[in-house]
């Protein structure tokens, strides 16, 4: 009997890439369990699956809880703060922008990285893209009660633990090149009206580049780190600030000799919420750059 059609799997690649890209945080291992997905897809006989988009969401779901539950176990040896891989493209303006507005976003990746695998697999499966309890029990091989308290603790991680995040890229870029003109001023005063009073900034250096090893905070001490840290880029040879895009969000990248940090933000009410900086050159992935 012939195998599943080529045709037949590329019909779901793009949910299932959304799936696993929420899941696991990051687009090249996404990629990877959603060809692992067929390889697995290709290998049955060709009427044995009734209901492909659900048997290929299975799948796709029991690679993505390996891989987290391998990461999980990477992760109890890195040192400091922990951010998802920055994938960095240009930013050709607004147009470029709003065709993209709609990717997860950088706010959102942060906070799903504090949940378990299982809370984070029943809670993109469940709240994002609606898939039965029953057959979210069949990913985590649990039940779906076990399944449900799994996407009702991530649920109440992600309202109650995240950063606000409600600005489209375009207030996201006004108040980013607001700040960054602040701290490289030594404007404490324009800072201050740009960093909500809760803000917070995580650094990612993973052991490889000195960065903050615990979150910063609060506004007054957010300004202070970034106006110290923009005085010592300042004394970098050849130190260049591009605005990008991470994810879909503004961010700027920020290079120079033996540099290499992009920074993205989350943005509320016209205010910074959060700060992100990824500074491990293994989690750095720039795109399209000259």
Request: hydrophobic residues 45%; contains cysteine.
């Amino acid at each position: 009997m012939p195998s599943p059609t080529v045709t037949e799997f590329e019909a779901h690649r793009p949910y299932l890439m959304a799936v696993a890209y929420r899941m696991l945080g990051n687009r090249a291992e996404a990629e990877d369990a959603v060809q692992e997905a067929w390889l697995r897809y290709a290998q049955q006989p060709a009427g044995d699956i009734r209901d492909t988009r659900g048997w290929l969401t299975t799948v796709t779901g029991r690679i993505c809880l390996d891989q987290l539950n391998s990461a999980r176990v990477r992760r109890t040896a890195y040192p400091g703060e922990w951010l998802p891989a920055f994938v960095v493209e240009p930013d050709a303006g607004p147009a470029d922008r709003a065709e993209i507005a709609d990717q997860v976003s950088l706010a959102l990746l942060v906070v799903l990285e504090r949940l378990t695998p299982e809370q984070r697999v029943a809670f993109v499966l469940h709240d994002a893209f609606g898939v039965p309890f029953d057959e979210v029990a069949a990913v985590l091989d649990g039940t779906p009660a076990a399944a449900r308290q799994h996407a009702s603790r991530g649920r109440r991680a992600v309202s109650g633990g995240g950063v606000r995040h409600t600005a489209g890229p375009a207030e996201q870029r006004r108040v980013l090149d607001a700040f960054l003109a602040a701290a490289q001023d030594g404007d404490m005063r324009t800072l201050a009206a740009v960093l909500a009073l809760d803000v917070v900034a995580i650094s990612d250096g993973g052991g490889v580049v000195r960065s903050a090893l615990r979150p910063i905070l609060g506004a007054e001490k957010v300004a202070r780190f970034y106006v110290g840290l923009a005085r010592k880029f300042a004394a970098v040879r050849g130190v260049t600030m591009e605005p990008v895009l991470v994810g879909g969000a503004a961010a700027i990248l920020i290079r120079g000799e033996g540099l290499g940090v992009a920074l993205g933000v989350a943005v509320d009410g016209g205010r910074i919420t959060g700060l992100f900086s990824q500074q491990n050159p293994e989690k750095l992935v720039l795109g399209d750059f000259e």
